[in-house]
């Protein structure tokens, strides 16, 4: 059974930074792709950022040039750098993983198997 967890949620100023995390643990298939989804207040979610196994990445055009996902180098953990905040960006943040290497690329939800439970981002102005 895989377990994701992120963290590092909170409340932060428009123009602030915020660093999520989020760790996959338990019995882990080979995972090859790793995304940050969000689901604003009222609107359905959707995926802002991936990064896959060869450290690919792609960003909504909501988050480009102001997010930043990365990967440990080793093991299960991946992380969303968030600067330049906007009061937009409010939003429960989910974390997923997928054993698609190409999953990173399309952001599309019923190709990751694997969630974490949220963590929540408010962006006051």
């Known amino acids: 059974q895989v377990r994701l967890v992120e963290s590092g949620g909170g409340s932060v100023q428009s123009g602030g930074s915020l660093r999520l995390s989020c760790v996959a643990s338990g019995s882990t298939p080979r995972l090859y792709s790793f995304a940050w989804f969000r689901q604003r207040p009222g609107r359905a979610r959707e995926g802002i950022s991936g990064?896959?196994?060869?450290?690919?990445?792609v960003y909504s055009d909501s988050v480009e040039g102001r997010f930043t996902i990365s990967r440990a180098n080793a093991g299960n953990t991946f992380y969303l750098q968030m600067d330049s905040v906007k009061p937009e960006d409010t939003a429960m943040y989910y974390c997923?993983?997928?054993?698609?290497?190409?999953?990173?690329?399309?952001?599309?939800?019923?190709?990751?198997?694997?969630w974490g439970q949220g963590t929540q981002v408010t962006v006051s102005s």
């Open positions: 997923a993983a997928s054993t698609y290497i190409s999953a990173y690329h399309s952001l599309s939800m019923p190709d990751f198997r694997y």
């Open positions: 990064i896959n196994s060869d450290d690919r990445t």
